[in-house]
């Protein structure tokens, strides 16, 4: 089946957009957690912890019917990217860097996800697709290169681990939500890591004790258990299921941009020219991945 130009307004982009913008805040409020006094190993597994228990809720509530023998692998390789893996990466990595660094990084992320379209969706991404693609990796490189002074750094090296794994994880639950749902999928995988998450976070509560935080910290933390690693995932699966998950992938190309915003604004970082040029010329890819060919598999 062959997935052309999306419709302006489809369902898909819709849905993957509205996915965008709630996890734009999540960078941001992931570094007002762990620099307002809360451990990064607790917001990592503590946010999917609370959202393991909201999981619990809804698929009581909604009736969702128990996923099948096959879908258990998919699933835990899900949890294992978007649950445990991507999280934690990402909120070691803001114990000592900026928001605004982190998310012109995360920039790939669009790039990695369509890798594992291919390798785990089946889809089949056209050259024009692939060169749009390659320039915003080249890009966001290049950017942490130059900011990390020397070549890239350790808690850059966190981030583009964290990406890879969050990659693997959009694409393996986009397939599965062509059958489960984006509801269904992303629960099933917060459901099946809730006993690691509750029993790493009361381990470190049980080390450091309770975290005496600022509100401000307690705020985000609250933001990405709510809305990045719960409803957000509502949305964005959805979206990756309907569209296609390397071209509705390309739709957080914009994140960058909405995510510097959200910092400057929250946060109170800088954004400097260097952010921006980066921020725009990842952006300006996206237009051309939207207009790229792309097969796929009949779902």
């Known amino acids: ?33 762990v620099s307002g006094g809360i451990d990064p190993f607790l917001v990592g597994f503590g946010r999917a912890a609370v959202a393991g228990v909201l999981a619990i809720a809804w ?9 099948r023998a096959e879908h258990r692998r998919s699933i835990a390789i899900c949890a294992a990217g978007v649950v445990v893996g991507f ?18 990084v995360i920039g790939i992320l669009p790039a990695a996800t369509a890798v594992f379209a291919v390798l785990r969706a089946g889809e089949r991404p056209s050259a024009l697709f692939w060169l749009a693609a390659g320039a915003g990796l080249a890009i966001v490189l290049a ?41 269904a ?4 995988a917060l459901v099946l890591t809730l006993p690691l998450n509750v029993a790493a976070s009361a381990l470190v509560v ?34 990756l299921a309907r569209g296609g998950i390397a071209k509705i992938g ?6 960058p941009l ?23 010329a990842i952006i300006a890819c996206v237009a051309v991945t939207q207009s790229a060919r792309v097969e796929a598999r009949p779902a």
Do not use: N
Request: charged share 10%; hydrophobic share 55%.
């Open 87 to 104: 999280p934690v990466l990402t909120s070691l990595a803001l114990v000592s860097g900026t928001a605004v660094h982190a998310v012109v």
């Open 250 to 255: 390309q739709v957080q190309l914009l994140q």
């Open 59 to 67: 698929l009581r509530i909604s009736g969702a019917p128990r996923p």
């Open 1 to 33: 089946m062959r997935l052309r130009k999306p419709v302006v307004l489809s369902p898909g982009l819709l849905l993957g957009g509205l996915g965008v913008l709630l996890f734009s805040v999540s960078l941001p409020a992931t570094r007002a957690a």
């Open 185 to 188: 999928t992303i629960c099933r």
């Open 206 to 239: 049980a080390i450091d004790g309770v975290p005496h935080a600022d509100l401000g910290a307690w705020l985000g933390f609250a933001y990405v258990a709510i809305f990045s690693m719960f409803l957000g995932f509502f949305a964005w699966y959805a979206g």
């Open 258 to 280: 909405l995510s510097l915003g959200w910092a400057a604004l929250l946060l109170g970082e800088t954004v400097g020219a260097a952010e921006g040029v980066a921020a725009l």
């Open 143 to 183: 950017f942490a290169a130059a900011r990390s002074g020397t070549g890239i750094g350790g808690g850059d090296m966190m981030l583009l681990l964290g990406v890879v794994l969050c990659g693997l994880g959009y694409a393996e639950g986009g397939a599965l939500s062509r059958d489960l749902g984006g509801p």
